[in-house]
Protein backbone atom coordinates (compact mmCIF):
# COMPACT_ATOMS: atom_id res chain seq x y z
CA UNK A 1 0.00 0.00 0.00
CA UNK A 2 1.38 3.50 -1.01
CA UNK A 3 2.31 5.76 1.33
CA UNK A 4 0.63 9.17 0.56
CA UNK A 5 0.90 12.76 2.23
CA UNK A 6 -2.49 14.08 3.49
CA UNK A 7 -3.75 17.44 3.27
CA UNK A 8 -6.12 16.72 6.06
CA UNK A 9 -3.15 15.74 8.61
CA UNK A 10 -3.03 19.00 9.74
CA UNK A 11 -6.79 19.86 9.63
CA UNK A 12 -8.47 19.69 13.09
CA UNK A 13 -11.87 18.21 13.32
CA UNK A 14 -12.14 16.46 9.88
CA UNK A 15 -14.79 13.89 10.20
CA UNK A 16 -13.19 10.64 10.20
CA UNK A 17 -14.85 9.05 7.10
CA UNK A 18 -13.53 12.17 5.17
CA UNK A 19 -10.31 11.15 6.20
CA UNK A 20 -10.97 7.49 5.17
CA UNK A 21 -12.37 8.54 1.76
CA UNK A 22 -8.96 10.52 1.23
CA UNK A 23 -6.80 7.83 2.18
CA UNK A 24 -8.82 5.06 0.04
CA UNK A 25 -9.13 7.43 -3.07
CA UNK A 26 -5.42 7.64 -3.14
CA UNK A 27 -5.03 4.56 -3.38
CA UNK A 28 -7.29 4.76 -6.46
CA UNK A 29 -9.68 1.79 -5.13
CA UNK A 30 -13.17 1.75 -6.13
CA UNK A 31 -14.95 3.95 -3.65
CA UNK A 32 -18.87 4.53 -2.78
CA UNK A 33 -20.10 7.25 0.09
CA UNK A 34 -22.95 4.79 0.63
CA UNK A 35 -24.22 7.86 3.53
CA UNK A 36 -22.94 10.79 5.18
CA UNK A 37 -22.05 8.03 7.69
CA UNK A 38 -20.77 4.85 5.46
CA UNK A 39 -18.27 4.53 3.02
CA UNK A 40 -18.14 0.96 0.77
CA UNK A 41 -15.09 0.55 -1.12
CA UNK A 42 -13.48 -2.57 -2.91
CA UNK A 43 -9.70 -4.15 -3.17
CA UNK A 44 -8.96 -6.36 -5.67
CA UNK A 45 -7.00 -8.86 -3.61
CA UNK A 46 -4.08 -11.78 -4.48
CA UNK A 47 -6.97 -14.49 -3.19
CA UNK A 48 -10.28 -12.67 -4.35
CA UNK A 49 -12.40 -9.47 -4.48
CA UNK A 50 -12.59 -7.81 -0.66
CA UNK A 51 -15.80 -5.48 -0.13
CA UNK A 52 -14.52 -2.87 2.81
CA UNK A 53 -17.06 -0.95 4.94
CA UNK A 54 -16.43 2.06 6.83
CA UNK A 55 -19.54 3.29 9.14
CA UNK A 56 -19.56 6.25 11.85
CA UNK A 57 -21.28 5.86 15.05
CA UNK A 58 -22.03 9.28 16.82
CA UNK A 59 -23.38 7.29 19.59
CA UNK A 60 -20.12 5.19 20.51
CA UNK A 61 -18.03 7.65 18.59
CA UNK A 62 -16.09 5.05 16.88
CA UNK A 63 -15.83 3.82 13.64
CA UNK A 64 -16.65 0.33 12.25
CA UNK A 65 -14.70 -1.47 9.82
CA UNK A 66 -14.90 -4.61 8.36
CA UNK A 67 -13.21 -6.53 4.95
CA UNK A 68 -15.38 -9.54 4.05
CA UNK A 69 -14.06 -12.04 1.82
CA UNK A 70 -16.29 -13.48 -1.36
CA UNK A 71 -16.85 -16.58 -0.70
CA UNK A 72 -19.61 -18.18 0.70
CA UNK A 73 -19.99 -20.52 3.80
CA UNK A 74 -22.42 -23.15 3.13
CA UNK A 75 -24.13 -24.80 5.68
CA UNK A 76 -22.78 -27.75 6.25
CA UNK A 77 -19.85 -25.98 6.76
CA UNK A 78 -20.44 -23.63 9.55
CA UNK A 79 -19.57 -25.90 12.55
CA UNK A 80 -16.37 -26.15 10.69
CA UNK A 81 -15.59 -22.59 9.54
CA UNK A 82 -16.47 -21.67 13.39
CA UNK A 83 -13.65 -23.52 14.67
CA UNK A 84 -11.41 -22.31 12.32
CA UNK A 85 -12.34 -18.98 13.04
CA UNK A 86 -11.30 -19.68 16.68
CA UNK A 87 -8.38 -20.66 15.71
CA UNK A 88 -7.56 -17.98 13.45
CA UNK A 89 -8.51 -15.31 15.86
CA UNK A 90 -6.36 -16.15 18.52
CA UNK A 91 -3.43 -15.69 16.68
CA UNK A 92 -4.87 -11.82 15.81
CA UNK A 93 -3.19 -9.03 17.43
CA UNK A 94 -6.27 -6.29 16.34
CA UNK A 95 -9.59 -7.16 15.00
CA UNK A 96 -11.02 -10.46 14.69
CA UNK A 97 -12.56 -12.96 11.58
CA UNK A 98 -16.44 -13.91 11.64
CA UNK A 99 -19.36 -14.49 9.86
CA UNK A 100 -21.68 -11.86 8.50
CA UNK A 101 -24.65 -14.36 8.62
CA UNK A 102 -26.69 -12.55 6.74
CA UNK A 103 -25.04 -13.42 3.58
CA UNK A 104 -22.63 -16.58 4.76
CA UNK A 105 -19.48 -14.39 4.03
CA UNK A 106 -16.47 -14.28 5.94
CA UNK A 107 -15.30 -11.09 7.12
CA UNK A 108 -12.49 -9.11 9.39
CA UNK A 109 -13.66 -6.51 11.71
CA UNK A 110 -12.51 -4.22 13.56
CA UNK A 111 -13.99 -0.96 15.50
CA UNK A 112 -12.22 2.44 16.34
CA UNK A 113 -13.07 4.52 19.06
CA UNK A 114 -12.49 7.74 18.58
CA UNK A 115 -13.62 9.22 22.22
CA UNK A 116 -11.70 12.33 22.83
CA UNK A 117 -9.71 12.88 19.75
CA UNK A 118 -11.19 15.10 16.83
CA UNK A 119 -10.56 12.75 14.13
CA UNK A 120 -8.71 9.63 12.41
CA UNK A 121 -5.15 10.25 11.39
CA UNK A 122 -4.40 8.98 7.16
CA UNK A 123 -2.18 6.87 9.12
CA UNK A 124 -3.98 5.05 11.47
CA UNK A 125 -6.19 4.44 8.48
CA UNK A 126 -3.12 2.96 6.58
CA UNK A 127 -2.52 0.83 9.46
CA UNK A 128 -6.04 -0.35 9.64
CA UNK A 129 -5.97 -1.51 5.72
CA UNK A 130 -2.39 -2.60 5.86
CA UNK A 131 -3.74 -4.87 8.75
CA UNK A 132 -6.79 -5.78 7.53
CA UNK A 133 -5.57 -6.87 4.16
CA UNK A 134 -2.89 -8.51 5.33
CA UNK A 135 -4.70 -10.70 7.24
CA UNK A 136 -7.55 -11.41 5.35
CA UNK A 137 -4.66 -11.93 2.45
CA UNK A 138 -2.50 -14.84 5.25
CA UNK A 139 -5.96 -16.53 6.14
CA UNK A 140 -7.85 -16.46 2.87
CA UNK A 141 -6.66 -19.81 1.98
CA UNK A 142 -7.10 -21.32 5.68
CA UNK A 143 -11.54 -20.91 4.73
CA UNK A 144 -10.87 -22.48 0.65
CA UNK A 145 -9.05 -25.42 2.89
CA UNK A 146 -12.28 -25.73 4.94
CA UNK A 147 -14.40 -25.21 2.79
CA UNK A 148 -13.74 -26.93 -0.52
CA UNK A 149 -10.17 -28.49 0.54
CA UNK A 150 -12.22 -30.63 2.71
CA UNK A 151 -9.22 -29.90 5.62
CA UNK A 152 -9.76 -30.39 9.49
CA UNK A 153 -9.50 -26.10 11.07
CA UNK A 154 -6.33 -27.42 12.27
CA UNK A 155 -4.52 -28.68 8.94
CA UNK A 156 -5.99 -26.09 7.09
CA UNK A 157 -4.36 -23.01 9.82
CA UNK A 158 -1.32 -24.62 9.69
CA UNK A 159 -0.98 -25.13 5.70
CA UNK A 160 -2.41 -21.69 5.26
CA UNK A 161 0.32 -19.80 7.16
CA UNK A 162 3.33 -21.66 6.43
CA UNK A 163 6.26 -19.31 5.43
CA UNK A 164 8.92 -20.74 3.45
CA UNK A 165 12.84 -20.22 5.06
CA UNK A 166 15.59 -19.54 2.68
CA UNK A 167 16.15 -18.89 -0.90
CA UNK A 168 14.45 -21.00 -4.04
Given at each position: ???????????????????VEQVVSNQ????????????????????????LHFAWSDE?????????????????????????????????????????????????????????????????????????????????????????????????????????????
Amino acid sequence: MAQVDYYLEDTPEVPPLDVVEQVVSNQGWRLNRVREEEIAAEYNGKWCDYSLHFAWSDEFCAMHFTCAFDIRVPERKQKAINNLLALVNDKLWLGHFCIWQDEALPMYRHAFPLRGTDSISPQQVEDLLETAITECEKFYPAFQYVIWGGKDPAEAIEASILEPIGEA
